[in-house]
């Protein structure tokens, strides 16, 4: 049977690592698409117990998940508010909102009239990557009809962020201009933006002028490295995720194995890759519904290999495998499928927090 294990004392360990790096900036933990494929609910209530009070959403629907989950005192982010019902949830929820055009702030500025509230408001300038945020040429404008809705009490502009490649040093510092240039319009408009963000996992480590007051870390927290990057060992990360499979059947010398391409790995690894076996590694000749590899000599029916996971299960990690396909860790992590059973170590107890604590 094939599974996939999340091992949440390494996460508690890779926090504190990114958390020692980032220092003095705080984390925000980025939960899109299901905490990376961990599962939601039992990453943060972990990232919680760990004292971790900011968290990336991306949609609406997850920030709410994790409102509901997390209680009142979490501070949650989301930048991918794209209706009308989603504003308004979001204002209800008390979810902090990142805004990147100047139609979504009178949205964000009438929901939370409708409902008596003060939403918070990030503002996003476009620094370079176009995918979304104000434009340069129409930040001094946005950013003074933001101050008018703040002094009407109806949103509180507490950040200002972007998002960048974190492909080339010269392109970020281009974009990390821009968005120095973007704070101090923002500051001389009147808004007082006490949380600036702007990395992301990478530059969070490499580059501490990118801290500001706040990074917000998805992959590094899960363990996943970027591809082409500094091996987890001397991130001092440890992957938080393993997904193990069972041999069902030894054929001469090919031993198979219950994960395939249906369960989200892909067939164009055949041939690329080696998994962790109970004799060390072995190659994975093809993978088709289910994993070929070469087999051991007492292979058997139940024994376990472990196809991605920590440095000391032997195995490759998500990013190691990436790289064979020029793709990233987080694709090969995500793909696995939902239908594959999460098993948990480490979990905390299931109690929704006191707002507050
Ligand atoms: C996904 C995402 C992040 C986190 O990126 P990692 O490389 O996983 O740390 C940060 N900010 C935004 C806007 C994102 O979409």
Same mark, same amino acid.
């Given at each position: 049977m094939s599974a996939f294990h999340v091992d949440l004392d390494a996460f508690a360990a890779n926090i504190a690592v990114v958390r020692a790096t980032v220092a003095p900036a705080e984390l925000m933990l980025v939960v899109k698409d299901d905490a990376y494929g961990h599962g939601l609910a039992p990453i943060v209530r972990r990232a919680w117990a760990e004292g971790v009070r900011w968290y990336g959403a991306f949609d609406v629907s997850t920030g709410s998940a994790v409102r509901h989950t997390l209680g009142s005192a979490a501070r949650i982010f989301v930048?991918? !508010? !794209?209706?009308a019902v989603d504003v308004q949830q979001a204002v209800t929820d008390a979810l902090d909102i990142g805004v990147g055009d100047a139609a979504l702030l009178d949205d964000v500025a009438r929901a939370a009239e409708a409902a008596g509230a003060t939403a918070r408001v990030h503002l996003k300038i476009d620094t370079g990557l176009h995918r979304n945020g104000v434009r340069p040429e129409e930040w001094p404008a946005v950013v003074a009809h933001a101050a008018e809705l703040h002094t009407a009490g109806r949103i509180d502009v507490v950040g200002v962020w972007s998002h960048i490649a974190e492909a080339s040093d010269a392109d970020d510092d281009a974009a990390r201009a821009v968005f120095d240039e973007a704070v101090d319009i923002a500051q001389r408009g009147g808004l007082n933006p006490t949380v600036r963000h702007l990395a992301a996992s990478a530059a969070a480590f490499a580059r501490a002028e990118f801290r500001y007051d706040l990074v917000r870390v998805g992959a590094f927290c899960y363990g996943i490295r970027s591809a082409g990057g500094v091996h987890e060992r001397d991130l001092g990360l440890t992957p938080v995720a393993r997904l193990e499979a069972s041999v069902t059947a030894v054929e001469d010398d090919a031993a198979r194995v219950d994960v395939g391409r249906l369960d989200g790995l892909p067939s164009s690894l055949g041939g690329l890759i080696d998994v962790a076996t109970p004799a060390g590694a072995r190659r994975v000749r093809e993978i088709t519904v289910e994993a070929i590899v070469d087999a051991? &000599?007492?292979? !058997? &029916?139940?024994d376990t290999v472990t196809i991605f996971g920590a440095a000391d299960t032997g195995a490759l990690s998500a990013t190691d495998i990436a790289e064979r396909i020029d793709t990233i860790g987080e694709e090969i992590v995500l793909r696995v499928s939902p239908l594959i059973p999460r098993t948990y170590r480490g979990m905390t107890d299931g109690a929704a927090p006191v707002a507050g604590s």
């Open positions: 930048w991918m !508010a !794209a209706s051991w &000599p007492e292979a !058997a &029916p139940g």
